[in-house]
């Protein structure tokens, strides 16, 4: 049916149109809608919207792409073995873990894993051209800061089933005003978006110096900074780092930033968890209250390391070792897929992240491969600061593993 729908739709000149160069042709206009209707779709699971209709939405979506990916395309996945070989260990760990601990929420997990994720990696990098992916995100994240600043210029805090009003706390920088929400029903939600929005939108200014993407950077950035979002704000400014390391120096400083980086940061908790010796101040830091919920992940780890305890049930199994004052979650991608998978799946999860990110740095040879560097390396630190990993459905999950795929599949 897909087929038969598409091949209608697409047929005449337009394959031959884009294949001459041309901008304006049926294959580009449906790739920005696909990369509109799916920011669309997952960002609903986040918001008032009920799941009975988030989620047949999102799988309408990925179902649209399927059907143009068998329909245009050669039907061939070309990736490096690398990829490739993580893919797989990271597969049969899941399946493992899975029948291991196998509940209703562990079960879910893993046919997102088999279905969403998969696709994010493989598929959708060759029906979603990367530049409309920038041009999508940094419009539909613009349209939804401004939605959020309604409240504070007396405008409606309802509409329909969305709730637009404020977050219950106050921004960092200044105590007088409370943290935007827009459309989600937190305020990290819309922080994680905006931070994909002006990574989005410096990218097609630089790539096109477009009139408009100036007023995106702006609008996003702004966003950004009124979700009191701080992992996001670090992540942003180490992608700004690696831009301007990039343009000063050369790409070989995006190697040098990407490596001396994530080599600090192993180095800082070492310390941090006395692992090596170091400052005392580090031993102090509470990260948020995240310590003892780091601590306690590790210790629940120890316990069952080999299969782990599946996804969906780690919450769980954390939740009664954290102390009183820290969250009830690791909030840690990284910890998260080791407790999850066990040894081998968390270490095929660190490996195939952390193999796009050191690839994208030392392939970053073009304006496109410094930017899927610079959000690799924000993405990078926002998983080391909360629990939502690249596998699943949610905002956090489609689009780090979307990006993951346009090196995947570069």
Do not use: C
């Amino acid at each position: 049916m897909f087929s038969i729908i598409f091949s209608r739709w697409l047929d005449g000149n337009a394959t031959q149109s884009l294949k001459q160069g041309h901008d304006i042709t049926a294959l580009h206009r449906l790739s920005l809608v696909l990369a509109v209707l799916l920011l669309l779709s997952v960002i609903s699971r986040h918001t008032g919207i009920p799941s009975v209709a988030s989620l047949p939405f999102i799988t309408f979506v990925y179902v649209i792409i399927l059907g143009v990916f068998l329909t245009i395309s050669d039907l061939k996945i070309k990736t490096e073995k690398i990829y490739f070989m993580l893919f797989l260990l990271l597969s049969f760990s899941i399946l493992l873990s899975t029948m291991f601990n196998l509940t209703a929420s562990s079960f879910s997990r893993f046919g997102a894993f088999v279905v969403f994720t998969s696709m994010n990696l493989f598929i959708l990098p060759k029906i979603i051209d990367f530049d409309h992916f920038l041009f999508a995100s940094s419009r539909v994240t613009a349209g939804i800061v401004l939605l959020g600043f309604l409240p504070y210029l007396g405008g409606p805090t309802q509409i329909g089933v969305i709730d637009l009003s404020l977050w219950g706390a106050r921004l960092y920088w200044y105590p007088n005003l409370s943290p935007l929400t827009s459309v989600f029903v937190g305020a990290n939600w819309l922080g994680f978006l905006t931070l994909v929005g002006s990574l989005s939108a410096i990218g097609e200014w630089w790539k096109f110096k477009s009139s408009i993407s100036k007023y995106l950077i702006f609008i996003n950035f702004v966003g950004l900074l009124f979700t009191n979002y701080r992992t996001g704000w670090v992540a942003f400014a180490a992608a700004i780092g690696i831009l301007a390391g990039y343009i000063l120096l050369n790409r070989d400083a995006i190697v040098l930033l990407t490596a001396g980086g994530i080599l600090t940061t192993v180095v800082a908790l070492a310390m941090m968890f006395k692992i090596i010796p170091g400052p005392a101040f580090l031993t102090e830091l509470s990260l948020n209250n995240r310590r003892g919920s780091w601590v306690a992940g590790a210790d629940v780890f120890k316990q069952q390391y080999l299969l782990g305890y599946g996804f969906g049930n780690t919450a769980d199994v954390v939740s009664t070792r954290v102390p009183p004052s820290s969250p009830a979650n690791v909030h840690n991608s990284y910890l998260r897929a080791f407790l999850a998978l066990g040894v081998g799946g968390g270490i095929a999860y660190l490996g195939l992240f952390l193999s796009t990110l050191f690839k994208s740095a030392l392939e970053a040879v073009s304006k496109t491969g410094v930017l899927l560097s610079m959000f690799l390396v924000s993405f990078f630190i926002i998983q080391m600061f909360n629990s939502l990993t690249f596998i699943g459905i949610s905002l956090h999950s489609v689009i780090i593993s979307i990006v993951m795929g346009y090196q995947v599949t570069k």
